[in-house]
């Protein structure tokens, strides 16, 4: 008894702290297995991608995507007017207007809870507009715009990508890039 509710305390607190590893080991108490039934694993499957429709994590991708990214907001004046290729997904919030929203990704450097958005407010001067959570590889070129920040009522110059060309594409293996 003593043995569980020290790996129940040890795991709360790795929990709890938001950096415990996807990947902690543990001696776990052995629980029955439940069967699982056909029509589940039915349901299971359809879920999963053959193989051979899956890509694999491309490190140099994404530490490219990471590079290009935080090239601009270090030296946002250099990069105004350059033309940016990125593939990330769609976020859009109530704030944005209609033809506005973030491609990015998530740089992830303990753990993926405290990972943190990662690419450029995006506005979409003509075509159609991409959906929430959709993949897309947008092409444009970088404005700066001032913003207020809302808590702080500080005004800073933010990295704007004018879409010139957003295509929907084949979600990549993962939207987390890995701070090595």
């Known amino acids: 008894m003593k043995k ?19 990947n902690v080991e543990t001696e776990e108490p052995k629980v029955a297995e439940e069967t699982v039934s056909s ?15 899956i890509e694999e994590y491309d490190e140099q991708e994404a530490l490219e995507y990471k590079a290009k ?20 997904i769609v976020r859009i919030t109530e704030d944005y207007k209609d033809n506005e929203f973030m491609v990015t990704r998530f740089l992830v450097d303990c753990c993926i809870d405290d990972s943190s958005p990662l690419g450029f407010f995006t506005r979409l001067e003509t075509g159609d507009m991409p959906k929430a959570d959709e993949w897309v590889e947008v092409t444009g070129k970088i404005v700066a715009e001032d913003v207020t920040d809302k808590a702080t009522g500080t005004t800073i110059k933010r990295p704007v990508l004018i879409a010139e060309k957003v295509e929907i ?5 993962s939207q987390y890039i890995y701070n090595n």
């Open 169 to 173: 594409v084949k979600p990549l293996p």
């Open 4 to 22: 569980i509710l020290s790996i129940f305390i040890l795991t709360s607190a790795l929990l709890l702290s938001g950096c415990a590893s996807e």
């Open 39 to 53: 029509q589940e694993e039915a349901e299971a499957q359809e879920v999963v991608a053959p193989k051979s429709e």
């Open 69 to 88: 990214v935080q090239a601009v907001y270090d030296k946002l004046d250099a990069h105004i007017g350059e033309t940016v290729t990125l593939k990330g």
